[in-house]
């Protein structure tokens, strides 16, 4: 089963303007990462958050997280066509060291 | 600094058949983790492995095993192929088991015919 949920599914914007990824998840995590994969191939390490931070940056990537609310959001700025690509969220629970990944936000930048 | 490789790239089995797949984990990275992603679906864990031995699984049957060497690079093992274990088969190293970052390879795409 998988632990992230990410909202919307997929998402078109015109390049230039942010994308805002969400992701839900059931059960309490050590930290939260977000990954991104193009074309179906390897995935790529975007940024980590732990359950004790509540915002992160790295370049055009904002991360927040609500453990309250159990959820995150991945903010990518001033979008470009080479961010077109799934973008998944990944949890690690406190209990043992597997990742778990959620369905994934399909992003499409439209020039 | 190499990254992590896999190989084959491809491959086509028949139903009922048996496949290895391999993975060169990153250099300095004593663990390797297996996770299968279906098309349209995010990477399921099938496995992990630190230092050769197995380090969690999950709800795979045991016809997926694997093998971690001395090099720290895997195997993953599927026996008895199904139409279902079509996918793509992704590797992933990390410097230790509790560090969370991952660093993927490029997968194996697996056709089951």
């Known amino acids: 089963s998988q632990q992230g949920e990410e909202d919307p599914q997929a998402l078109s914007i015109q390049e230039g303007e942010n994308a805002t990824m969400n992701c839900s998840y059931k059960t309490s995590i050590n930290n939260l990462q977000w990954y991104r994969q193009n074309s179906g191939r390897g995935l790529v390490h975007l940024i980590l958050i732990r359950s004790n931070e509540r915002e992160k940056h790295s370049g055009r990537l904002r991360v927040t997280l609500d453990t309250s609310k159990k959820s995150s959001s991945l903010l990518i700025t001033a979008s470009r066509a080479a961010d077109t690509a799934s973008y998944f969220c990944?949890?690690?629970?406190?209990?043992?060291?597997?990742?778990?990944f959620g369905k994934g936000t399909r992003l499409h930048i439209l020039p | 600094e190499t990254g992590v490789t896999q190989s084959p790239t491809h491959l086509i089995k028949t139903r009922g058949q048996q496949v290895t797949l391999r993975c060169s984990s990153q250099?300095?990275?004593?663990?390797v983790s297996w996770y299968q992603q279906a098309l349209g679906q995010g990477p399921q864990f099938i496995f992990q492995y630190y230092r050769e031995e197995e380090n969690g699984r999950g709800n795979f049957p045991p016809r997926f095993s694997g093998l971690q060497f001395p090099n720290y690079s895997s195997e993953l093992n599927v026996n008895a192929l199904e139409l279902d274990d079509s996918a793509l088969y992704l590797c992933?190293?990390?410097?230790?088991?509790?560090?969370?970052?991952?660093?993927f390879g490029p997968g194996t795409r697996l056709t089951v015919l």
């Open positions: 992933a190293s990390s410097i230790d088991r509790r560090v969370g970052t991952q660093y």
């Open positions: 990944a949890t690690s629970g406190s209990r043992d060291d597997k990742i778990i």
């Open positions: 250099s300095g990275h004593n663990t």
